[in-house]
């Protein structure tokens, strides 16, 4: 069964720093990718996903992940992060050849806290 | 509607009581999914709808466990003789139709279910 992993489960940045959020799968032929966004008391939001094409995904809010097949890895980035990123983020993936509809196993979140 | 909107947003029940969860996706989407996230986790998938046929329950914990969607579009998830292990956030998600290419799944608010 596909797996989502995300190795830190905290990352606390300053403000205008740049910052890095890791995900990695379990392997398969193809995938298709996501990270989602969850604000406090809100709901998921998509920030962006990857389903095929190029490699680097630009999403909203100035994020964007690189898919990386080799390594089966698809890091979330963003150059300079405000107070408002401060969130819980989420890396999904979902394999079209297991399900005939969007079944979607997310790993379990990485905290970002930004600081002033 | 404008989103996907879920009921109660908390609920607060004793051990051994039934509780029905409300989800009512956005309008015109085929597509209805359930999801469980405990404190520190990600989502995890319960059961799947398209329209009101329930295609996948593989995800359900155990027979105390149950949804419906009679009309292809509100649902309910109900579980029976709740037991404290049951406490998490019950998510409801839908997407315009899941068994085409990849659709965007939107998520609602979600249920806070805490049972003493």
């Known amino acids: 069964a596909q797996s989502v992993t995300q190795l830190d489960s905290q990352v606390p940045v300053f403000e205008e720093a740049p910052v890095e959020l890791r995900c990695n799968y379990s392997?398969?032929?193809?995938?298709?990718l996501f990270w989602y966004v969850q604000y406090p008391n809100q709901g998921l939001q998509l920030l962006l996903k990857y389903l095929s094409g190029s490699t680097l995904v630009k999403g909203i809010n100035g994020f964007e992940a690189e898919f990386n097949k080799s390594q089966t890895s698809f890091h979330l980035r963003k150059p300079s992060v405000h107070i408002s990123d401060t969130a819980e983020y989420f890396c999904?993936?979902?394999?079209?050849?297991?399900?005939?509809?969007?079944?979607?196993?997310f790993g379990p979140g990485t905290s970002l806290s930004v600081i002033p | 509607g404008a989103g996907v909107s879920q009921s109660p947003r908390y609920k607060v029940t004793k051990r051994g009581q039934d509780v029905a969860l409300r989800c009512d996706p956005i309008?015109?989407?085929?597509?209805l999914y359930w999801y469980r996230q405990a404190l520190g986790q990600g989502p995890e998938f319960l059961t799947y709808?398209?329209?009101?046929?329930?295609?996948?329950k593989s995800g359900l914990p155990n027979d105390r466990f149950s949804a419906e969607r009679p009309e292809g579009s509100i649902s309910t998830l109900t579980i029976q003789r709740t037991e404290q292990r049951d406490s998490a956030m019950y998510r409801c998600?839908?997407?315009?139709?899941?068994?085409?290419?990849?659709?965007?799944?939107?998520f609602g608010p979600g249920t806070r279910l805490l049972v003493l």
């Open positions: 709808f398209n329209y009101e046929a329930q295609q996948d």
């Open positions: 999904a993936v979902s394999d079209p050849q297991k399900t005939s509809y969007d079944k979607v196993i």
């Open positions: 309008s015109g989407h085929v597509s």
């Open positions: 998600a839908s997407s315009y139709d899941g068994t085409g290419v990849l659709q965007t799944q939107y």
């Open positions: 392997s398969s032929v193809s995938v298709y």
